[in-house]
């Protein structure tokens, strides 16, 4: 059993939409699952071994105002998170062809950047093709769920 930290990046919604839906799933499988839409401290994330980002993107490739404060302390600080694993969800609008899911993308090098490891590949939801992103996201957990 793990214990995981869903940090959610939203402006409008979409991304704790997905966070509320894929709690249940990850408990179901045995997980202890706490979601925070607040700036996460460093001893939040030091708190849980595994941590999923669910992150939107807005203004053009900008990750959302809630998780930038982590993602710029992170970046600054770059505490050891080398005894972390990760996991990324990205959502953005392939009409925002330069940018598509830039939020996501710079959470996710954040990480990488403190030394946090991986796990499963970066799922990327195109809201232009995907009203519901939800949906991609429960199928995609399914398989990461089995690796954490
Ligand atoms: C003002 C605005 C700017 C956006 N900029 C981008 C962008 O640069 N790249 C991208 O991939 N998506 C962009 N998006 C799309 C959002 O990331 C997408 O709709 C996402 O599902 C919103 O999630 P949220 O409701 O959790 O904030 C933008 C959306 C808005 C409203």
Not at 24 to 31: C, F, K, R, S
Not at 50 to 77: K, Q, Y
Not at 81 to 93: E, F, K, T
Request: net charge negative; charged share 25%.
């Amino acid at each position: 059993m793990a214990s995981i930290l869903i940090l959610v990046g939203t402006e409008s919604g979409n991304a704790q939409m997905v966070a509320d839906a894929l709690k249940p799933v990850l408990e179901g499988a045995g997980h202890a699952v706490d979601v925070t839409d607040k700036a996460a401290t460093k001893a939040d994330l030091e708190a849980h071994e595994m941590l999923l980002v669910v992150c939107a993107t807005h203004g053009s490739g900008d990750i959302p105002t809630n998780i930038l404060p982590l993602a710029e302390t992170l970046e600054r600080e770059r505490p050891d998170l080398s005894a972390h694993r990760y996991g990324v969800i990205a959502l953005g609008d392939m009409t925002y062809q330069d940018t598509f899911c830039g939020g996501g993308k710079k959470v996710d090098k954040v990480l990488e950047l403190c030394g946090a490891k991986k796990v499963g590949a970066r799922l990327e939801v195109d809201a232009s093709s995907q009203p519901l992103p939800d949906e991609e996201a429960l199928t995609w957990v399914e398989s990461w769920k089995a690796l954490v």
